[in-house]
Structures are given as structure tokens and as C-alpha cells.
């Protein structure tokens, strides 16, 4: 059996439907990551799967244990690190960690190695308060405090919100030495970048998960022939495209514009209608879809 299994799960606040029919599992030792806007339903999920809240219908097992009636023994064996900073502000670096580790009845030695890692770049800062650290500290702070007692899933729900480029890549060459371990990791976040780090992701919007796979072959999955036109005039060419019938669809991507065709042949309908147009395109390119242009069209495929 998987560490975490999700069955058919649903939970809606009065008649808003955070989570509609979620299912999914995560295998021993995997990153698995879910990916998705704020609003989509992230939150919503990790606190019913971290039993903070009771689901409306579905269940899920947390290594064996039910989600409702097993709910103590799930949280001995879980690590949370939640959206906001939850350790004491007020308690320095060692005595949140110790703090954490006599809670679940561990001592900080015991698990040392594992948080070592993270630890050792907290070491100058131990005597120090919580609350003054900074955003990637408090962070990294957190995740040792969720590790300290060696837990068999690791839940953290958007770690890297707000977090500086640098602690962001560190954070996530840590998740990735987890593995080692045969931790399962579920991690929240909004950026899609951050995608490609995960063994495996989920994409939710408006509580639906819309498909749960590999990057890469989620990547694969992509539908049509992707082109990325660079153009200083991205609005206008916007408003134009919607005269080109043949386009699949087409969406501002930064300062540029891709647009989906059906097939590889149909470029040369773009160019030609393009040459009709008084606006001015830089560059025309072939594009591998990334994992926000797969979002994009899965998004509009469930509208």
C-alpha cells in the first residue's frame, strides 16, 4: 500500500466546493507536488489529508490509517509545515526545535543526521528568536522542526511563498535528499517552475484535480503544434488573433504570444495572416510546451 492514498475526496465551505472528487496517491520516498493558483484548493487539501479538517465525502489513508477514525496515530507519523510561519516567535531556533522533538517524544539527537543538513546553516543563528530571522530561515527552521522526528510523509503546503530565488533552490535540493530516506514528500506551490522538481505532480484548479503524472509526460500530453511569437505589441496582436479562426487558442505569455494550431501544416496560415497585419513580430518560434502552457489548456479543456 502507498503512504498516501486519496479516494473520491470532496469538502465545501457552505456552497463553495473546495475540493470536488480528489484522487490521487504518492508512492514511498516520492516528491509529489501539486501544483496550482492560489484558490485552487491547495489549503483545503492539506488540511484534511494533515486532519485538521474532516472531509464531506471520500476518504484517504495516511500509511494504512484512516483519516477520520485513526487520526491521532496519523499525526505521530506526519510532518506539517504549514502555509504560514507557525513555530513561537518568541522561542530561539534550539529551543523551537526542541520543543517540537519532546512533543513527539523524541529527543534531537536521535534524528540529528537527517536534520543536519538544514541545521547546520541555522547553527550561527540557534540563540536567536524565531521572529527575527528571515523569510528563508524561518523556513528553513520549520522544516527541521517538522523533520525532528523522522516522519514517514512530510506535508508542506507552499514552502516557498515569499521566499528569496536562493533559499527557493535550496529548500528544493533538500526535499530532494529526502528520498534517501524513504520519506514521501507532498508539496503545495504556485510556481510552476518549480513543477519539473517533483517526481510526480498534480494540477488542481477550482478544487479538481485536473490530471496527476510524471512532468515530463504531462508535457507530452500537450495537444497541438505550440509557436511563440515575440512582438512588442502583445495586446494588439491579441485582440487580431481573434480573427484567426484556425488557431486551437493563444494566450500572452510574458512578452510574447503563443498560439496552439491543430497541426504542424497550419503555420502557414499564421504567417500568411500575420503579413496582413500592420503590427510588427520580431520572432516566430517552434516551443516546447512547458508545464504552465499544459496547465492552460488543461484548464480550459474542464471549464
Known amino acids: 500500500m502507498n503512504p498516501v492514498e486519496v479516494i473520491g475526496l470532496s469538502k465545501s465551505f457552505g456552497q463553495t466546493k473546495a475540493l470536488k472528487d480528489i484522487s490521487f496517491s504518492i508512492e514511498k520516498g516520492e516528491l509529489f507536488g501539486l501544483i496550482g493558483p492560489d484558490g485552487s ?27 477520520v477514525k485513526d487520526y491521532k496515530k496519523i ?10 510561519f507557525s513555530l513561537y516567535g518568541d522561542l530561539s531556533c534550539k529551543e523551537n526545535l526542541e520543543f517540537f522533538a519532546t512533543l513527539y ?18 547553527l550561527r543563528f540557534e540563540n536567536r528568536k524565531a521572529a527575527a530571522l528571515s523569510g528563508g530561515m524561518k523556513q528553513k527552521l520549520a522544516l527541521c522542526c517538522a523533520l525532528v522526528h523522522k516522519p514517514k510523509i512530510l506535508f508542506l503546503d507552499e514552502p ?40 510526480r505532480i498534480g494540477l488542481i484548479q477550482n478544487g479538481c484535480l485536473l490530471e ?19 512582438t512588442n505589441q502583445v495586446y494588439q496582436l491579441l485582440n ?17 504570444v503563443n498560439v496552439v494550431l491543430h497541426h504542424r501544416e497550419d503555420e502557414k496560415y499564421l504567417h500568411t495572416f500575420l503579413e496582413n497585419l500592420s503590427l510588427k513580430i520580431n520572432q516566430i518560434m517552434i ?10 489548456q488543461l484548464m480550459k479543456k474542464n471549464q
Not at 534524528?111 to 541555522?122: A, D, E, F, H, T
Request: net charge negative; aromatic share 10%; proline share 4%.
Open 240 to 256: 487580431e488573433l481573434e480573427n484567426f479562426t484556425i488557431a486551437k487558442d493563444f494566450y500572452a505569455a510574458g512578452q510574447q
Open 105 to 122: 517524544g523524541e529527543s534531537v539527537q536521535k534524528n540529528y543526521n537527517l536534520i543536519y543538513p538544514i541545521w547546520k546553516q541555522l
Open 41 to 67: 484548493g491547495k489549503s483545503t487539501l492539506f488540511n484534511v489529508l494533515v486532519t485538521l479538517l474532516h472531509p464531506d465525502t471520500g476518504t484517504a489513508l495516511i500509511d494504512g490509517f484512516d483519516l
Open 160 to 199: 516557498t511563498t515569499g521566499v528569496d530565488p536562493v533559499s527557493r533552490r535550496e529548500l528544493w535540493d533538500i526535499l530532494k535528499l529526502l528520498e534517501a530516506e524513504d520519506i514521501s514528500v507532498f508539496v503545495s506551490t504556485s510556481y510552476m517552475d518549480e513543477a519539473t522538481l517533483c517526481n
Open 75 to 84: 499525526r505521530k507519523i506526519i510532518g506539517y509545515l504549514p502555509g504560514n
Open 287 to 296: 516551443s516546447q510546451p512547458t508545464i504552465e502552457d499544459c496547465f492552460i
Open 212 to 230: 496527476s503524472n510524471t512532468p515530463k509526460q504531462i508535457q507530452n500530453n500537450f495537444q497541438g503544434y505550440l509557436l511563440a511569437l515575440q
